[in-house]
T-cell receptor, first 115, second 114 residues
Framework: AQSVTQLGSHVSVSEGALVLLRCNYS??????LFWYVQYPNQGLQLLLK??????LVKGINGFEAEFKKSETSFHLTKPSAHMSDAAEYFC?????????????FGTGTRLLVSP | KAGVTQTPRYLIKTRGQQVTLSCSPI?????VSWYQQTPGQGLQFLFE???????NKGNFPGRFSGRQFSNSRSEMNVSTLELGDSALYLC?????????????FGPGTRLTVL
């Protein structure tokens, strides 16, 4: 079975500061990992995904994440926060080679950006 | 290319009623998944359809059902609504059923049960 844990339901940063959103996973098989962002009253938008290729994954809007097997982590970072980054972020895991898609999501982290 | 569309966007029902939600995937996508999002339980997988077949189902009671049509459009139905069914229901589509394939989400249908 797969699961993800997102540390911190809320993270506050100042505009221009580093963004770090934490995600740890648990999986009985090598996982596929995803970060999605959700803006108010909208669906989920994929930021980036790890599917066992390069461990450092670059996504949209300047975000990136690094897969660390030894730490079972897939933390999301952005060097400089922008006001438009304020949203809720979800880490998700799926099991490869199962023949079907099922994302298991973390509980989400709300990113607050202050001027 | 148009994104995933869901209708209606908002819905208000009373306990005991039933409801049908609709999802139109991105053109050419054959896999459709449904998720329920609530403040208490977060995002939970409901079911996935591929080529009109349900391939996977989450841990929800039988009151929750779905289907997929030959044009890949999907519907989900909830019968005998309960207050706890109030949620944002999200539909996601992907080109095929590969687990590496990106799932694209629609804006959701917000269901309120009174």
């Amino acid at each position: 079975a797969q699961s993800v844990t997102q540390l911190g339901s809320h993270v506050s940063v100042s505009e221009g500061a580093l963004v770090l959103l934490r995600c740890n996973y648990s999986s009985s098989v090598p996982p596929y990992l995803f970060w999605y962002v959700q803006y108010p009253n909208q669906g989920l938008q994929l930021l980036l995904k790890y599917t066992s290729a390069a461990t450092l994954v670059k996504g949209i809007n300047g975000f990136e994440a690094e897969f660390k097997k030894s730490e079972t982590s897939f933390h999301l970072t952005k060097p400089s926060a922008h006001m438009s980054d304020a949203a809720e972020y979800f880490c998700a895991v799926s099991a490869p080679n199962t023949g079907f898609q099922k994302l298991v999501f973390g509980t989400g982290t709300r990113l607050l950006v202050s001027p | 290319k148009a994104g995933v569309t869901q209708t209606p966007r908002y819905l208000i029902k009373t306990r005991g009623q039933q409801v049908t939600l609709s999802c139109s995937p991105i053109s050419g996508h054959r896999s459709v998944s449904w998720y329920q999002q609530t403040p208490g339980q977060g995002l939970q997988f409901l079911f996935e359809y591929f080529s009109e077949t349900q391939r996977n189902k989450g841990n929800f009671p039988g009151r929750f059902s779905g289907r997929q049509f030959s044009n890949s459009r999907s519907e989900m139905n909830v019968s005998t609504l309960e207050l706890g069914d109030s949620a944002l229901y999200l539909c996601a589509s992907s080109f095929d059923a590969s687990t590496t394939d990106t799932q694209y989400f629609g804006p959701g249908t917000r269901l309120t049960v009174l």
